[in-house]
């Protein structure tokens, strides 16, 4: 299965951006898809995740209340709408596919190749 990041660009805090994850198949290896992001110099950090069959949600603090996952289960996508973005959302923003609900990167099996999001002050 191979995961295809994108959306990720330039824009103004305040904005808005829509990040999508196109999976080439569906899979049974894949329980639960997830955002990651890693800033330069930083750990990778768990941003949210989204259950494939009962839809179910999850967010890092950090983005709750701004964030929204959603998947279109037809299109193998999950997307990741960001909100009132913020300097400090710059990075480098990773999908990724799970066979277990978890929040650690190292648990998920499956990456995509990463999208650049930068937010000006």
């Known amino acids: 299965v191979q995961l295809q990041a994108s959306g990720g660009g330039l824009v103004q805090a305040g904005g808005s951006l829509r990040l999508s994850c196109a999976a080439s198949?569906?899979?049974?290896?894949?329980?639960?898809m997830g955002w990651f992001r890693q800033a330069p110099g930083k750990e990778r950090e768990f941003i949210s995740f989204i259950t494939l069959s009962g839809g179910h949600t999850n967010y890092a603090d950090s983005v709750k209340g701004r964030f929204i996952i959603s998947r279109d289960n037809a299109r193998n996508t999950v997307f990741l709408q960001m909100n009132s973005l913020r300097p400090e959302d710059t990075a480098v923003y990773f999908c990724?596919?799970?066979?277990?609900?978890?929040?650690?990167?190292?648990?998920?099996?499956?990456w995509g190749q990463g999208t650049l999001v930068t937010v000006s002050s």
């Open positions: 990724a596919g799970s066979r277990i609900v978890t929040t650690i990167p190292g648990r998920y099996g499956y």
């Open positions: 198949e569906r899979t049974l290896s894949i329980y639960i």
